[in-house]
């Protein structure tokens, strides 16, 4: 059985952890076979094992005065930023389950995005050279993920409202070439409910599972 988790709720940073690793620890047991957590954060900068303090460009004065969070996880990639109006989605995926390798999960991940730009007539794309979701030359979602013993944790951040301000004060995943997109600069009125019930109707057609909250 695979298990949906959807907060309303901002959630600090450090609590989706622990969300994150009772989840883990449920899929390990096989209590069930997956657990998509579908949730938004309070604001945080999150600093991957790929590196990322070069490229946070603003003081710790200027995060504890504005009450942001930097946290160093173990989700490979760089440097990016978590906050309200992005859906964040941690799959807790067992992959021995679904059959598939660490590459063909990311490029699933992708395609959970993609496949809900499209129903909103956006084309998303990939790029070669960098993991995450595009629309032309601005990165509308980003990818970092962990595994252990072939069970994942962390997943992906897709923009939909956000204050893009935000990635003003870093080189979002070390990238200084190309810019931040959000669905709100495509799509008006957008209702993030819906958005949030069409990222898990993605996952499950994507991965070919079915979610029981």
């Known amino acids: 059985m695979y298990r949906l ?3 309303d709720e901002l959630i600090k940073y450090r609590e989706g952890l622990q969300i994150q690793q009772l989840a ?8 069930y076979e997956g657990v998509l957590i579908l949730l938004e954060h309070y604001p945080v900068y999150t600093i991957g094992t790929g590196g990322g303090w070069d490229n946070l460009l603003c003081s710790g004065k200027y995060l504890e005065e504005r009450g942001i969070d930097i946290v160093e996880i173990n ?3 760089n440097i990016t ?9 941690y799959p807790v995926f067992n992959l021995s389950k679904l059959g598939c390798d660490a590459h063909q999960y990311i490029a699933s991940l992708e395609q959970v995005v993609i496949d809900v730009l499209r129903e909103y007539g956006i084309e998303g794309s990939r790029k070669p050279e960098y993991r995450g979701v595009w629309i032309d030359d ?13 069970i994942t ?7 939909i409202n956000v204050d893009k ?8 995943c070390g990238i200084t070439e190309f810019g931040i997109a959000s669905l709100e600069d495509h799509v008006k009125n ?7 019930q069409k990222v898990v109707e993605s996952f499950e057609t994507v991965f070919g599972v079915p979610f029981e909250a």
């Not at 883990?24 to 209590?31: N, T």
């Not at 301000?165 to 979002?172: D, G, K, L, T, V």
């Open 5 to 7: 988790n959807k907060y």
């Open 24 to 31: 883990y620890e449920k899929v390990y047991k096989g209590e």
């Open 75 to 77: 989700r490979g990639g």
């Open 81 to 89: 930023f978590h906050g309200p109006g992005q859906i964040v989605a």
């Open 138 to 150: 601005k990165k509308i979602a980003a990818v970092g993920v962990h595994l252990k013993r072939w």
């Open 153 to 159: 944790s962390h997943g992906l951040s897709f923009n």
């Open 165 to 172: 301000n935000y990635f003003n004060q870093i080189n979002p």
């Open 190 to 196: 957008i209702d993030l409910n819906d958005v949030k």
